[in-house]
């Protein structure tokens, strides 16, 4: 069975920094399409980033140049890098696996991010 | 960037009933259109994806159609446990986007 647990979340002040990761199982990152895509409380889904099969990756405008998505495929892990976080990062962050770039055909459970002074 | 416009925000339907939830992208996604589910508390769940083709596990009582730039969520006899927040999604190209979802609730 496929999972993803997300570990890595908190509270931060403004301009601090956060790393979730996410250990996938019963699936391999580096076949799949991996993502991060968050919910801020109350409010719809966001994509935040995503690691394409092949090596490219992608950021929303809002978190570009602040985060960094990887992938340790030897540890089947995806990871998010969170710098220079800001009160409007405030969410839950979803790890997502996708069978294909786009679609999320799996997701954690979440993560809560709190940045607040 | 794609906007998805949902409509309506919120649906009040009662078991039984039909529920019919729309999703209009600001500019043609063709096939590319991905409904979610989302239960308080929980993580999204996959529904539809490519505008009309059902994830695994996905009751019949679940359909998807549309192409474009107009799409449509259908579930025919609603149950108890489909009262969610439903989101549309795009993969035509980066980024994908969601929309502010339809929340169906009881009547």
């Known amino acids: 069975d496929v999972q993803l647990v997300e570990t890595g979340g908190g509270l931060t002040q403004p301009g601090g920094s956060l790393r979730l990761s996410c250990a996938a199982s019963?699936?391999?990152?580096?076949?799949?399409?991996m993502s991060w895509v968050r919910q801020a409380p109350g409010k719809g889904l966001e994509w935040v980033s995503i690691?394409?099969?092949?090596?490219?990756?992608y950021y929303a405008d809002f978190v570009k140049g602040r985060f960094t998505i990887s992938r340790d495929n030897s540890k089947n892990m995806a990871h998010l890098e969170m710098y220079s976080l800001r009160a409007e990062d405030t969410a839950v962050y979803y790890c997502?696996?996708?069978?294909?770039?786009?679609?999320?055909?799996?997701w954690g459970q979440g993560t809560r991010v709190t940045v607040s002074s | 960037e794609i906007v998805l416009t949902q409509s309506p925000a919120t649906l009040s339907l009662s078991p039984g009933e039909r529920a019919t939830l729309s999703c209009r992208a600001s500019?043609?996604?063709?096939?590319?259109l991905v409904w979610y589910q989302q239960k308080p508390g929980q993580a999204p769940r996959l529904l539809i994806y490519?505008?009309?083709n059902r994830a695994t596990g996905i009751p019949a009582r679940f359909s998807g159609s549309g192409s474009g730039t107009d799409f449509t969520l259908t579930i025919s006899s609603l149950e108890p446990e489909d009262f969610a927040v439903y989101y549309c999604?795009?993969?035509?190209?980066?980024?994908?986007?969601f929309g502010q979802g339809t929340r169906l609730e009881i009547k």
């Open positions: 019963g699936f391999s990152v580096s076949r799949n399409y």
């Open positions: 690691f394409y099969t092949g090596g490219d990756i």
């Open positions: 997502a696996r996708g069978e294909v770039a786009g679609r999320v055909d799996d």
């Open positions: 500019q043609s996604v063709t096939s590319f």
């Open positions: 999604q795009h993969r035509s190209n980066w980024p994908f986007t």
């Open positions: 490519d505008a009309s």
